[in-house]
């Protein structure tokens, strides 16, 4: 035994030595480490080794975020009076955005994205090569943005950290585009685990959303990932920082209809929350003016809603554990609803506007230029709706209403059909509240919440551009490897032209020393004209009664579909299933002729693609 650690450990020192004399990258010593236990260790032990590495550190980054704005927030909402308040509730929340935006332009180059999108879109674009730029941009502009009162949560940006750290991992040891994406998903994983304490949740939200199409059998080091990062919040984070609710009620199957009609409410409310989100999206985006004032506009105008309604200041976890504990009354203390008085209608319609106005909040703060997601924002959105409906439904005379379960399922509930994500919603809840007993109602009001999410609209409309455009992977498999080919890159260039004013005897030329079927037929400005197939000219190339006036222009055809150089792939292949043809021309944005497709370039690469990604 002793022989053979001695062995093992004069190995090491020889892949050391040999590393630093040959490596043509300067690395630090735990680097060499890590790349030494990668020659030793076996694949799946090197991914679980991967994966608590990374769990840790995205975890880590989550610690660092949360404590970061949650600091920030317990200085201005509770060293101060609300006299003084109001004055933070109007300056910080314009400044946090103003200063995201100054923050990207000047030290991030104006690279502004921000959102699950951008992970999605790095896994089918970019074979899950994230920039190492995001593993500490995202925590920057969202505790700036967060942290000073934007509407917004840090979820999307903890996860985006984490996506970060995993894929440059793996990266940095030359691992391959499905274990890239695993790591990459495992640091998202990661990031959700310590943000929420949640690993189960972590793990759904990696499942639901990232690996959406991505085709693997691999999953222990997500486990382990979700392990590791919710312990670092456990261990680090203080109870009142970490998303956890502990006062509920049992449940009761005679409540069930309390569910059901909370479940349409969250279903409604989910659709009004991506609606507004879209309709401020293209409304800042229509707006010409620059970046700056773009911020300062919406900074005040989240700042003026603050003001009025104080709960809209930053994520609003506070607010719904003040709900579930009974204390609205300490909520409307620092707003201008005090000097109304608390009667229950009072109470209702502050509950119920800040809801409605959330979305609104939610959304300028994200698209004037500030950094967050849409988490923490759906979550109080559906305690809200679920603490409203309760205090309705007490008004309207019903005994033992169920208040505390309502505001928590409502979060799932609203959770489910603003991500449209079920899972990640039911197991998140579950978790933080230890409510294990609530998966009844949970999944029914996740589920009803869900189905008329996509009712309304088959795919998130978040994501709805980038999928028509075939940007990010969906549910169809065959879809996703189609979306990752380039239009470009399947041309064949090494075609026949002719001349449109050129004669038949120097289009027989062209056949007779060519060796394809197809000649592309083009005008002075090299545009395309037609085509003429070999097909076409057989019954007339060798005759001997020929005209000497036929030409060219007498014989091209107008081809049935003509593909455009942007054009997608998924695109290329409507068009040969919609014509029947084995080639089709390709043109370029302004109309010259650039080359023909063939279906069975396509279906070669397909094939290919297929072998590499779904190994």
């Not at 300056?91 to 200063?99: A, K, N």
């Not at 109304?340 to 004037?368: D, H, M, N, P």
């Not at 033992?400 to 309502?406: A, C, E, F």
């Not at 054009?567 to 370029?588: C, I, N, Q, Y």
Request: proline share 3%.
């Amino acid at each position: 035994m002793k022989s053979k650690n001695i062995k093992k450990y004069y190995s090491f020192l020889k892949f050391r030595r040999d590393f630093t004399r040959f490596s043509i990258d300067k690395v630090r010593s735990y680097e060499i480490v890590i790349y030494w236990l990668k020659s030793v260790l076996t694949r799946n032990q090197f991914l679980i080794l991967s994966g608590i590495l990374v769990g840790c550190t995205a975890g880590l980054a989550g610690v660092i975020l949360k404590s970061l704005v949650h600091y920030i927030h317990y200085i201005i909402t509770h060293k101060v009076h609300f006299e003084e308040q109001v004055w933070f509730y109007l300056i910080f929340p314009f400044s946090g955005i103003v200063m995201t935006t100054i923050v990207v332009k000047l030290f991030f180059s104006g690279m502004d994205k921000k959102g699950i999108p951008v992970i999605l879109y790095e896994i089918a674009q970019n074979a899950s090569n994230v920039s190492p730029v995001k593993m500490y941009s995202q925590i920057v502009q969202s505790a700036i943005t967060v942290g000073l009162g934007g509407s917004a949560g840090l979820e999307s940006p903890i996860a985006v950290t984490g996506a970060a750290i995993g894929s440059n991992f793996a990266q940095t040891y030359k691992l391959d585009y499905r274990e890239r994406t695993l790591l990459l998903a495992a640091g998202a994983t990661a990031g959700i685990a310590s943000a929420f304490n949640a690993p189960i949740a972590g793990m759904m939200f990696a499942f639901e959303i990232l690996l959406t199409g991505v085709v693997f059998s691999d999953f222990i080091p997500l486990v382990v990932a979700a392990v590791c990062g919710s312990l670092i919040s456990r261990i680090l984070l203080e109870e009142e920082v970490l998303f956890q609710f502990h006062t509920r009620d049992a449940f009761d199957y005679h409540n069930i209809p309390f569910y059901l009609i909370l479940g349409v409410l969250c279903g409604l409310y989910a659709r009004y929350f991506l609606v507004i989100t879209r309709y401020i999206e293209e409304l800042f985006h229509s707006l010409k003016l620059s970046t700056i004032q773009k911020a300062m506009i919406g900074g005040a105008i989240l700042s003026f809603l603050c003001v009025l309604y104080p709960p809209l200041f930053g994520e609003g976890y506070d607010t719904i554990k003040s709900f579930t504990n009974g204390e609205i009354k300490e909520v409307m203390e620092n707003s201008f609803f005090r000097f109304i008085g608390y009667r229950e209608w009072v109470i209702i319609v502050f509950v119920a506007v800040v809801c409605l106005l959330k979305a609104f909040a939610t959304s300028i703060t994200i698209q004037s230029g500030g950094n967050g997601g849409n988490f923490a924002p759906s979550l109080f959105a559906g305690g809200s709706l679920g603490y409203v409906f309760a205090l309705l439904c007490i008004q309207a005379g019903i005994k033992d209403v169920p208040m505390v379960n309502l505001v928590i399922v409502g979060m799932a509930g609203v959770m489910s059909g603003v991500l449209y994500a079920p899972l990640t919603a039911i197991f998140l809840i579950a978790e933080s509240s230890s409510g294990y007993d609530l998966f009844i109602p949970l999944m029914i009001v996740s589920v009803i919440s869900f189905l008329m999410a996509k009712w309304f609209s088959p795919v998130s409309p978040d994501l709805e551009k980038m999928v028509n455009e075939g940007k990010i992977f969906t549910k169809e498999h065959d879809r996703n490897l189609l979306s990752l080919l380039r239009t470009l890159d399947l041309l064949d260039k090494d075609v026949q032209v002719i001349s449109d004013q050129a004669s038949f005897d120097e289009l027989r030329e062209v056949v007779k020393n060519g060796k394809r079927n197809l000649v592309a037929v083009l005008n002075k400005d090299l545009t395309l004209v037609g085509i003429i197939t070999l097909d076409d000219l057989r019954p007339i190339l060798f005759s001997r009664d020929l005209d000497g006036s036929l030409n060219v222009r007498d014989l091209l055809k107008e081809p049935k579909a003509v593909i455009v150089e942007n054009d997608s792939v998924v695109v290329v292949a409507r068009k040969f299933d919609e014509t029947g043809l084995w080639h089709l021309p390709v043109v370029t944005v302004t109309g010259k002729f650039a080359g023909f497709i063939s279906k069975s370039s396509v279906l070669n690469s397909y094939r290919q693609l297929l072998q590499a990604y779904s190994g």
